[in-house]
């Protein structure tokens, strides 16, 4: 993949300072570049490298002001840090987008709709009644279930799993070992003590532009009709669970390892950080944001809310509480102080007092 600094220029709407007919086909850092490549400058501290970079091209801000000779191309635009992100993106993209046509073996059941410039690994399953838009990349060993719906320019990577009825949106990526449409935990108690399992019925709604973490598992809803919702621009972080009719709102961010219990809806716009615990039922409002390692276990009815801690509060009411907690040791030897200073005055107390009694 191969192009001028002008070509990119114009993807990026900036200004080339320089030949802008040279050819770029690789990305790199400012400090490590070599002639071919194209890197960013946002960092002030890293500006000492772009008079010394080997890079074709640098990427700055339009105020950029050179304190010494510069060889390079620069491209002036507004952000270059954003500039250098849409790059990355296209080249991700470009090379995401590769692959096409069928590997073998691969198995595609009866009634399947599919778009054009597929890929289809080998050792993938397509069920029967499914329907594959246009520009989609299946890996291999992935699993498509029974009347699954798969939208334009979505990717599933190797072993990424699609129970029936599933259903995904356009431009989504979804990262190896995922599950999707798997059952919930729901089991019912008897008078035995042994638990009877309530079939899981319902399936999942992947909406447009959702990413999807490796080893995440998000389970289908409990009753026939009901789905498990996540919203359009949520990104999931790996080792993720997501339990039965949870929503998710959209453009969410969810980092590693958190749980959210079944039905609990979390708003558009949520930050949760990683190892999160949310109970079941509850719900989170817009932009909702949750420190690691936070523990939920009511709803949150304030937008905007900034919460921290095991059981949850305030992130501000938090550090107040945490500055005393890191004193309780030296609090606690001060009370024991007081305590054997208490003991000697009042030991010299009853002392005065037998005098006086004594007189």
């Not at 692959?99 to 009866?110: A, C, L, Q, Y």
């Not at 992935?142 to 799993?161: C, E």
């Amino acid at each position: 993949m191969e192009f001028t600094i002008n070509q990119v220029a114009g993807m990026l709407h900036g200004t080339v300072q320089g030949d802008g007919s040279e050819k770029i086909n690789m990305l790199g850092k400012i400090q490590d570049a070599k002639k071919g490549q194209i890197t960013f400058l946002s960092n002030p501290k890293y500006e000492q490298y772009i008079y010394t970079t080997q890079a074709s091209a640098v990427i700055v801000k339009k105020d950029f002001q050179a304190r010494k000779d510069i060889t390079t191309t620069l491209i002036l635009v507004d952000d270059p840090y954003l500039s250098f992100t849409v790059l990355l993106e296209e080249y991700h993209r470009a090379i995401s987008f590769q692959k096409t046509g069928v590997e073998d073996p691969s198995f595609i059941g009866k009634n399947v709709s599919v778009g054009k410039n597929i890929y289809r690994g080998a050792f993938s399953y397509i069920g029967s009644n499914v329907n594959v838009g246009n520009n989609v990349k299946i890996y291999p060993h992935v699993f498509v279930g029974d009347n699954v719906t798969i939208g334009d320019n979505t990717i599933l990577h190797a072993n990424v799993k699609l129970y029936e009825g599933t259903k995904v949106g356009s431009d989504c990526v979804i990262h190896s070992g995922t599950v999707i449409g798997s059952d919930g935990f729901g089991f019912a108690p008897q008078e035995d003590g042994s638990y009877k399992t309530i079939p899981q019925l319902g399936n999942v709604i992947i909406e447009d532009k959702v990413t999807i973490g490796a080893n995440t598992v998000i389970d289908c809803a409990t009753l026939y009709g009901d789905a498990t919702i996540i919203r359009q621009g949520v990104k999931l972080d790996n080792l993720i669970q997501v339990a039965h009719n949870v929503e998710i709102g959209k453009n969410t961010v969810i980092a590693a390892q958190t749980g959210i219990s079944g039905s609990s809806k979390i708003g558009e716009g949520s930050v949760l950080g990683g190892q999160v615990g949310i109970a079941g039922h509850l719900v989170l409002a817009n932009y909702t944001s949750i420190g690691a390692q936070a523990g939920i276990g009511k709803s949150i009815k304030e937008e905007g809310a900034k919460i921290i801690g095991s059981p949850a509060f305030d992130v501000k009411e938090y550090y107040k509480a945490y500055a005393v907690f890191k004193r309780l040791p030296d609090f606690n030897e001060r009370l024991r102080e007081l305590e054997r200073k208490m003991m000697q005055l009042n030991g010299s107390l009853a002392s005065e007092i037998e005098k006086m009694e004594d007189e």
